[in-house]
């Protein structure tokens, strides 16, 4: 079976479904309000055509709505949890345009015919979903194949495991003890599989996550059935698969929808930026070119990004111009707190460099880095090569990620926080990213800018 067709299918087709619902729901409100008989028209009947254009932006309005209330969501929900999901993104749907229909008041949207759009608009949404997951299922398999799980482990618990699984028709089970890396990629290719469920007790951290990078890297989905210790650890969620209770990764959030909206964001803001600030960034230009005759920016190279990718971040100089020739890397080092970081005291910045580390205006440039796809406002520190080859599995998440100018952690207390708490902020991040969350690090990040703290 083609997993990536498989996996296209069920978000597209809900998508799509969903717009149709929500036409229908809204005609058919329509003509409910005015046509029907029911529902008395004391005003008149309003012409079609100005609702039509109003349905249509409810649509788009709504839609959005839906993405980031998990409608289009690969993992199984049972009908109830999933029916409650289609009537809080209905719900929320509804109280947009209400408010939109209050402050624009050139167009008097009927309130009946919205409160009946809502009510019709949840239960054909419902209708829809659940065809669209009957033919995934049913159709699905026929002409794709039946969704092949990997029962990776030994004991007991692997053969409860592929017991219980292999009473489900759509499933076809698969078992392996070895878990080395090339043949478990061997394995997946050979037999396409397109799941796999570790059941290992007495496992390592670094072991389960090292499965999940390699199930990852492949495009396969990874869950894992813990011992009571492992419940009571990391980033995981609950997950009620074909009626047992596993445990599973939480997911990096920044793919798909979610990565285009992001990217939107940075290029959108980094134009806004260089546009509102141009005439400041000017005088800073010339102020570091006056000061010492030396070169405007300094190019931070070896940094690591997205997937490993080596770039340089942009940034004004803040040090003495060839200041290698006056201070060895011995003589500085030493002033270093933690692995790779700037010395809070450190001879070889210049009197403007520091006031410029001061208030991190140094770090404007990195809008360079942002519209060129290098760098993101928000997300995790980068790195240097140095620092990238002492990381840990858990570490090395960050990759997943474009890196951020400012984060989690710069708003949390900056360099005044350890390595180990930076860590979790930029773990915490990659796991629960949401555009609020980038919305309230950005605003953070002014008053933690203008105060200084924990910055040099």
């Known amino acids: 079976m083609d997993l ?3 996996k296209l299918f069920f978000p597209v087709a809900l998508f799509i479904t969903d717009i149709f619902a929500v036409y229908f729901s809204f005609v058919f409100a329509y003509w409910l309000r005015f046509y029907s008989g029911f529902i008395p028209v004391p005003k008149g009947i309003p012409l079609f055509e100005l609702y039509h254009t109003a349905i249509i932006v409810a649509i788009f309005l709504w839609e959005i709505i839906f993405i980031y209330n998990g409608f289009y969501s690969e993992r199984k929900i ?4 999933e029916f409650l999901k289609i009537c809080k993104g209905v719900f929320l749907g509804t109280l947009v345009i209400a408010a939109i229909t209050f402050l624009y008041r050139d167009f008097t949207f009927s309130r009946a015919m919205l409160a009946l759009a809502s009510v019709v608009s949840a239960f054909v949404i419902f209708i829809f979903h659940e065809m669209v997951r009957f033919i995934d299922a049913g159709i699905g398999n026929a002409l794709l194949g039946v969704h092949k799980i990997l029962i990776l482990g030994e004991g007991k618990l692997a053969e409860d495991l592929i017991r219980i699984l292999r009473k489900n028709k759509n499933v076809e089970v698969h078992h392996s003890g070895n878990c080395e890396e090339r043949n478990l990629k061997n394995y997946i290719f050979d037999k396409g599989i397109n799941e796999v469920i570790f059941s290992k007790s007495h496992t390592a951290h670094n072991e389960i996550i090292r499965l999940a990078d390699i199930c990852e890297e492949l495009g396969v989905d990874f869950r894992f059935v813990p011992d009571v210790l492992e419940m009571m650890r990391g980033e995981v969620l609950i997950d009620d698969f074909l009626g047992l209770p596993v445990l599973r990764f939480k997911s990096i959030s920044l793919y798909g929808w979610n990565f285009f909206v992001k990217r939107f ?3 959108v803001f980094s134009i806004c ?11 800073i230009a010339i102020a570091i070119k006056i000061t010492d005759g030396g070169s405007v920016f300094f190019l931070h190279k070896n940094m690591v990004g997205y997937r490993w990718d080596k770039f340089a971040i942009y940034k004004f100089r803040t040090m003495l111009p060839n200041p290698e020739k006056k201070f060895s890397r011995e003589e500085i080092l030493h002033l270093s707190t933690r692995r790779g970081e700037k010395a809070k005291y450190d001879p070889r910045v210049t009197k403007i460099g520091k006031f410029l580390r001061r208030f991190s205006l140094d770090e404007i440039p990195q ?3 942002v519209l060129r796809g290098e760098m993101s406002i928000v997300g995790p520190r980068p790195q240097t090569v140095i620092e990238s080859n002492t990381f840990d599995s858990i570490g090395k998440r960050r990759f997943k990620v474009l890196p951020g100018i400012t984060g989690l952690w710069q708003v949390r207390g900056r360099k005044n926080l350890s390595y180990e708490e930076m860590l979790r ?3 915490y991040y990659l796991e629960n990213w949401s555009v609020a969350l980038d919305i309230k690090i950005i605003v953070r990040t002014i008053p933690a800018i203008l105060t200084g703290k924990g910055a040099y």
């Not at 930026?273 to 005088?283: D, E, Q, R, T």
């Open 4 to 6: 990536k067709i498989r």
């Open 78 to 81: 049972d009908t109830l949890n």
């Open 265 to 267: 964001m940075d290029v």
């Open 273 to 283: 930026i260089f546009s509102f600030l141009a005439v400041p960034l000017l005088i």
């Open 367 to 369: 809008f360079i880095n």
């Open 425 to 427: 902020l930029d773990v």
